[in-house]
């Protein structure tokens, strides 16, 4: 049974930083690309960031680029969004997920393409 787990969520003012993380169990982590998403209270759940199953391809939303960083480590089952300079449009529910294909070296960008998904954490971001 594949499970993902994320944690890191908060409150935090205009300009700080939160690092997600999201731990992955059932599934052999390193070989499927993972992807984070978000989704505010009215709106459809957006990509945010992505890194294929090598690590050499990552992906960001253009409302992201620059401020935000995707790592995982392999050996913990384990990635993670590192948001910077964060907005109060930043503010969602933030998702990791596992793509439904593996050995795919790309990032995809569409939420049909993931298959199974995190319970989501909560990140709020005041001005």
């Known amino acids: 049974q594949v499970q993902l787990v994320e944690s890191g969520g908060g409150l935090v003012q205009a300009g700080g930083s939160l690092r997600l993380s999201c731990v992955a169990s059932?599934?052999?982590?390193?070989?499927?690309?993972m992807g984070w998403f978000r989704q505010a209270p009215g709106k459809e759940r957006e990509f945010v960031a992505g890194m294929s199953w090598s690590s050499l391809n990552t992906y960001f939303a253009d409302s992201v680029k620059g401020r935000f960083t995707i790592s995982k480590d392999n050996a913990k089952n384990t990635v993670y969004l590192q948001m910077n300079s964060l907005k109060p449009e930043d503010t969602a529910v933030y998702y990791c997920a596992t793509a439904a294909n593996n050995y795919r070296d790309y990032v995809f960008r569409s939420k049909n393409d993931y298959d199974y998904w995190g319970q989501g954490t909560q990140v709020t971001v005041s001005s």
């Open positions: 059932g599934r052999t982590f390193s070989t499927y690309t």
